[in-house]
């Protein structure tokens, strides 16, 4: 409360003075926290709150035995965090009671895109080879994904021609969440005209068991043989040969 005399002298030299009372009224504090929505880890320090603040200054812990402080509360790894916020008046009204917010950090799911296999695929060669898995997700030059974040599976030393499933999933304490496959693919060979040469066999009756001869050079040289005696037959690394004369399609075996 403010006093204020003014003192007016007339024409006449005459002074009158008066006094006036007045108050100046404090202003009421407003300040509010509000937990921060849709947050995924980013491999990034992030707000956990947004706040307003008007007359008064806002104090923060994260969990129960955190050290309160000024400075807005951040998080990296993926979780869930509990706050208290404590609002104190700078301008004498009544401090505001304390308040609490949860906020969650979201695991960030798993993509294919993460994953490089290396070599990416291979021409088979007859030598057993294990594809090298790297898992990668960079934001902004920093690299977010550790080994602690996931596990890989189907990365085995591989031979046959075929489609190999390779699949990284997200380890339970880790910042990631489902997960993510890669087909590694061994393809077949492409062999030149002359790469395979096959010999048929003709022999009279001798009591010895005869065969075709297959001769690889080129492309083909390595390559795994099978046989089948029918082609749409299991096919064995193992090469027929015959003894006794067939009497039948002109006594030919095929």
Known sequence: TYNATVTVTAANGTPYTATKQFTIAKANATCSVTGKNNLTYNGKEQDLVTSTKNGCTIYYRVGENGEWSTTVPKAKNAGTYGLADENHNSVGSA???????????????LNAEMITIAPASKVFDDEPTRPE????????????????DYEISGADVQEEVGDYTITVTAKEEGNYSGSAQKIWRITGASFGENDIAVTSCEADYDGKAHGINIE???AAEGAKITYSETESGTYTATKPAYKNVKTTDGGAYT
Request: with cysteine; net charge neutral; proline share 6%.
């Open 216 to 218: 690889l050079s080129g």
């Open 95 to 109: 401090a505001a009671p304390k308040g609490s917010v949860s906020v969650t950090i979201a695991k960030k799911p």
């Open 133 to 148: 898995v790297t898992v990668s997700d960079m934001v902004d030059s920093t690299q977010c994904i550790t080994v602690d």
